[in-house]
């Protein structure tokens, strides 16, 4: 069965930075993408960056771009998510998510998805 | 980049009711890339609806999806107790995600 591992919560110091990472088990890796989105206290998902592995190349969000770094290490099938300059309003689940592209029974309607999660990692930014 | 809002914010509703959530895009969605999800707290989000309405493994089928364009529904018939959770819808396009800031389904 193929899961997402995250790694456990944790609090950081405003300023600081601070690196989640999401292991794999089973299914393929580096033909897939990945994606992080983040939950806030009390307000919805909001998508932060993907990365597919067989290129190295992420994109982010332009909110995101200056502070979020994600990689993928193939060795080990894991995606990690390193965000700097932590503020509190960067206290929130982060979850890495696997983009899958989609069919349907017929093969006539298809398309990408989050069709695997992990379990969220609380992070929480506090002096 | 495409912003989706979806409402009604939030549903009082009672098991066994029938619901329609929706979720409108600031400019025509290419290719019908969008999809459901639902969220129940403390648990990870799960995929019920992709490319519209085409249901995830395993989502039984009082969950449906429809839309084009701009406008897209979720129905979710015969609510079961479970179902109560917050719902968001996702688009993808131009390599950027985006989702809708979500619609929560309470029990009434």
């Known amino acids: 069965q193929v899961q997402l591992v995250q790694s456990g919560a944790g609090v950081k110091k405003p300023g600081s930075s601070v690196k989640v990472s999401c292991k794999t088990s089973g299914g393929t890796f580096s033909t897939n993408a990945f994606s992080w989105v983040r939950q806030a206290p009390g307000q919805g998902l909001e998508w932060m960056g993907q990365i597919m592995p067989l290129y190295g190349t992420a994109n982010y969000a332009q909110k995101f771009q200056d502070r979020v770094t994600i990689t993928a290490d193939e060795v080990t099938t894991t995606v990690y998510m390193e965000m700097s300059s932590l503020t509190s309003e960067d206290t929130a689940v982060y979850f890495c998510a696997r983009e899958e592209f989609l069919y349907d029974s017929s093969g006539s309607h298809s398309g990408p998805a989050f069709d695997l999660w992990g379990r969220g990692t609380l992070v929480t930014v506090s002096s | 980049e495409i912003v989706l809002t979806q409402s009604p914010g939030t549903l009082s509703l009672s098991p066994g009711e029938t619901v329609t959530l929706s979720c409108r895009a600031s400019q025509s969605v290419t290719s019908n890339y969008v999809a459901w999800y639902q969220h129940k707290p403390g648990q990870a989000p799960r995929l019920l609806i992709y490319?519209?309405?085409t249901r995830a493994t395993g989502i039984p089928d009082r969950f449906s999806g429809s839309g084009s364009g701009t406008d897209f529904t979720l129905s979710i018939s015969r609510l079961e107790p479970e179902d109560f959770a917050v719902y968001y819808c996702q688009h993808y396009g131009d390599s950027v995600w985006t989702f809708g800031q979500g619609t929560k389904v309470e029990v009434k």
């Open positions: 490319v519209a309405s």
